[in-house]
């Protein structure tokens, strides 16, 4: 079992939509979520971290945890072009920080 | 602030040869860590370090692979010999320390490839 299973995707959303990214995690005893960005041909960008169970809202993002459930999602709130990008979600357990695959976003116009 | 810088970019290398990617983090940031990424793939941890210490690196290859950070803030991370497998982006990043709690920041990566 990995440890972040993430939908590869791509996951394709028209302009100003809602794009929705799931992430799921094998250790309960996992402390802290990351969502990172990262476009092709470049490197991870860290666009939201939350470390409590509950919503955390930053501009058009809203990061979301279940620790119950294994679960943490992101939202995209009136998704824009410049959102596609392969999006990747983050887990540390013990200081150590596992990736998922990454799930592709496509904004359409 | 800048943002934590690699070099090179880019390394063209035939299989055999050594190579070499360095690291500057972030001032003040005590923990530096050395990811491979793969195509299609969430970056790998290879090696992390607070200050000086290396405190994980049991995904470092140890056979061909080798790191140092001396003095607690530049990093370099060496092949000797590269294989073809070993064609990756080699991503370091840094973050202010401890178990990883704290966010890790992304330099630009280094794309090796071995042919």
């Known amino acids: 079992q990995k440890e972040v299973e993430q939908n590869s995707g791509p996951l394709s959303v028209p302009e100003g939509a809602i794009a929705s990214l799931n992430c799921t995690y094998s250790?309960?005893?996992?402390?802290?979520f990351f969502w990172y960005r990262q476009y092709s041909g470049k490197s991870p960008e860290l666009i939201m971290f939350?470390?409590?169970?509950g919503d955390k809202e930053d501009g058009r993002f809203t990061a979301q945890l279940n620790k119950a459930s294994q679960y943490v999602s992101l939202l995209i709130r009136d998704s824009q072009p410049s959102d596609s990008a392969t999006y990747l979600c983050a887990v540390t357990l013990r200081g150590k920080l596992s990736f998922g695959a990454g799930t592709t976003v496509t904004v359409r116009a | 602030e800048a943002g934590v810088v690699q070099s090179p970019r880019y390394k063209i290398i035939e299989k055999k040869q050594p190579v070499a990617f360095w690291c500057n983090p972030i001032s003040g940031h005590n923990t530096l860590y050395w990811y491979r990424q793969n195509l299609g793939q969430g970056p790998e941890l290879l090696i992390r370090?607070?200050?000086?210490?290396?405190?994980?690196d049991s995904q470092l290859p140890k056979d061909r692979f080798s790191a140092e950070r001396l003095k607690g803030v530049d990093s370099t991370l060496k092949i000797q010999p590269a294989e073809l497998g070993d064609s990756a982006v080699y991503l370091c990043?840094?973050?202010?320390?401890?178990?990883?709690?704290?966010?890790?920041?992304f330099g630009p990566g280094t794309r090796l490839t071995v042919t």
């Open positions: 990043a840094s973050s202010l320390g401890g178990q990883g709690g704290y966010e890790q920041y």
């Open positions: 370090y607070e200050n000086e210490e290396a405190v994980d």
């Open positions: 250790d309960r005893g996992s402390q802290s």
């Open positions: 939350i470390y409590s169970n």
